[in-house]
C-alpha cells in the first residue's frame, strides 16, 4: 500500500488543482468504491454536488479533501483510500477514461475533472465530520515526522516503552504515522538495527537516530515522486516515483549489501516480509531461527 511519499506526492498534485473548485457533478460508480459509506454511492454524490473543495490534505498515509459549503469554513473531509492500486487523476473531459474508473467529479468552472481509477477496487471514498481540521474518523492516527505538532520527545519515549519488535512499532500508525513497509526497512537498515530488536531494548538516542532515519528516507523518496511499483502509486498527472532504483534494503534479497558487501535476506514478517543485512543487522539471539 502507498506509504507517506506516495501520498503525499497525490497530496500536492490535487492541492494545485482542485483547492478552491465547486464540484457540479459526482458520479460514484458502484457500491465498493462507496463501501465505506452507508448510504450508498448515490447518496453520497448527492453530498459532494455543489460543495467547494477547500483544499487537499494529509497524516501520516491518509489523504483527504475538505469540503464546504460557498464561503463557510469547511466542516466535512472527503477521506480517499487509496488501498492497493488507487489514483486520483487530473484530466481534460475529452481525455478518454481509463479503465477502472469508478468515480468522476467535474467543476463549475468547467476545467479539467478528477477521476479515481482503482484496478484492484480495494480503495474508495468515504465522509468524515471534520474536527479541528482532521476527519474523526482518523484523529486517533499520530502525527508524522512531517507534522508541525509532530513531538520527537514524545514519540522516543513511547517506543522506548514497547515490548515489542521495532518494527512493529514502526508500523503502528497510532505510534507515528506514514511508516510502511518500503521506508521501515530502508531505516532500519540505515540504522543497523534488525527488525525483531525489541523496542525497549534500544538507547532513547538510538530510537532517535531510527525515526531521523526514517524521516529522512521518506524525504529522499518524495523528491522524486515516491517509490512506483508496476505502474501504481502515480501523481495526478499519472507520472511514477523512481525511489525505487534507491532502495538499499527493501526488495534487495539476494543482492550485496551497499554497506558491507554480505548478501540481503529476505525474512517473512507478519503476513510480509523484511529484507536485511545479516552482518549489518544482527538478528537478536531471541528472535533467531
Known amino acids: 500500500m502507498p506509504e507517506l511519499p506516495e501520498v503525499e506526492v497525490v497530496r500536492r498534485g490535487l492541492a494545485a488543482h482542485v483547492t478552491d473548485r465547486v464540484i457540479a457533478t459526482a458520479e460514484i460508480r458502484g457500491h465498493r468504491v462507496a463501501r465505506r459509506h452507508e448510504p450508498g454511492p448515490q447518496d453520497l454524490a448527492d453530498r459532494l454536488r455543489g460543495r467547494t473543495l477547500t483544499g487537499a490534505h494529509r497524516r501520516g498515509k491518509y489523504l483527504w479533501l475538505a469540503l ?14 487509496l488501498g492497493m492500486s488507487g489514483q486520483m487523476l487530473v484530466a481534460s473531459s475529452d481525455v478518454p477514461e481509463p479503465k477502472h474508473t469508478h468515480a468522476r467529479l467535474t467543476f463549475t468552472d468547467a476545467g479539467d475533472e478528477l477521476r479515481f481509477v482503482d484496478q484492484r477496487t480495494f480503495g474508495g471514498f468515504a465522509l468524515a465530520d471534520l474536527v479541528d481540521g ?64 525489541l523496542a525497549s531494548s534500544l538507547t532513547r538516542p538510538a530510537i532517535g537516530r531510527l525515526l531521523d532515519h526514517a524521516r529522512d528516507v521518506m524525504a529522499e523518496a518524495l523528491e522524486v515522486g515516491g ?33 558491507c558487501g554480505s548478501t540481503m535476506r529476505r525474512e517473512q514478517f507478519m503476513n510480509r516480509s523484511s529484507t536485511s543485512c545479516p552482518r549489518c543487522q544482527v538478528r537478536p539471539r531471541s528472535a533467531r531461527l
Do not use: M
Open 68 to 81: 464546504a459549503d460557498g464561503g463557510a469554513l469547511p466542516d466535512e473531509a472527503l477521506i480517499v483510500h
Open 227 to 259: 517509490t512506483s511499483f508496476d505502474e501504481l502509486y502515480v501523481n495526478v498527472n499519472g507520472a511514477s516515483g523512481y525511489f525505487d532504483r534507491s532502495l538499499s534494503a527493501y526488495g534487495q534479497e539476494g543482492r550485496p549489501c551497499p554497506r
Open 134 to 197: 482532521v476527519p474523526t474518523s482518523i484523529a486517533h492516527i499520530a502525527p508524522d515526522p512531517f507534522d508541525p505538532v509532530y513531538d520527537r520527545a514524545a514519540v522516543i519515549a513511547d517506543v522506548k516503552r514497547r515490548r515489542s519488535g521495532i518494527k512493529r512499532v514502526l508500523l503502528n500508525q497510532t505510534v507515528v504515522s506514514g511508516i510502511g513497509n518500503i521506508y521501515a526497512d530502508e531505516a532500519l537498515w540505515r540504522a543497523g538495527v534488525h527488525g525483531e530488536r
